[in-house]
């Protein structure tokens, strides 16, 4: 089993910044990709970036320019830098992880991220 932690969620002012952090603990060996996922109040869950072991990122496009996904392999452990933030990106943010050949995936609790006009 995979156990995600994480934290750095709050609440902030619009064009302000917030880092979110993931944690990986448990059966970690063969982590594939990690990310972040956002649901907001009546919307579905949305991807907003992930990046794979070898470091290729994806990002939303409401997101580009402004977020920016990293990790750190020896940590088992996936950062999440949002900047220039907007009152449309207040969600819940959930980090995800594939992991194994059949990239089963594994999610956090939540952390909520709410940005004030």
């Known amino acids: 089993q995979v156990q995600l932690v994480e934290s750095g969620g709050g609440l902030v002012q619009a064009g302000g910044s917030l880092r979110l952090s993931c944690a990986a603990s448990?059966?970690?060996?063969?982590?594939?990709?990690m990310g972040w996922y956002r649901q907001a109040p009546g919307k579905q869950r949305e991807l907003v970036a992930t990046?794979?072991?070898?470091?290729?990122?994806t990002y939303a496009d409401s997101v580009k320019g402004r977020f920016t996904v990293s990790r750190d392999n020896a940590k088992n452990t996936v950062y999440l830098q949002m900047n220039s933030l907007k009152p449309e990106d207040t969600a819940v943010y959930y980090c995800?992880?594939?992991?194994?050949?059949?990239?089963?995936?594994?999610w956090g609790q939540g952390t909520q991220v709410t940005v004030s006009s």
């Open positions: 448990g059966s970690t060996f063969g982590i594939n990709t």
């Open positions: 995800n992880l594939k992991r194994g050949p059949y990239d089963r995936d594994y």
């Open positions: 990046i794979r072991s070898g470091g290729s990122t």
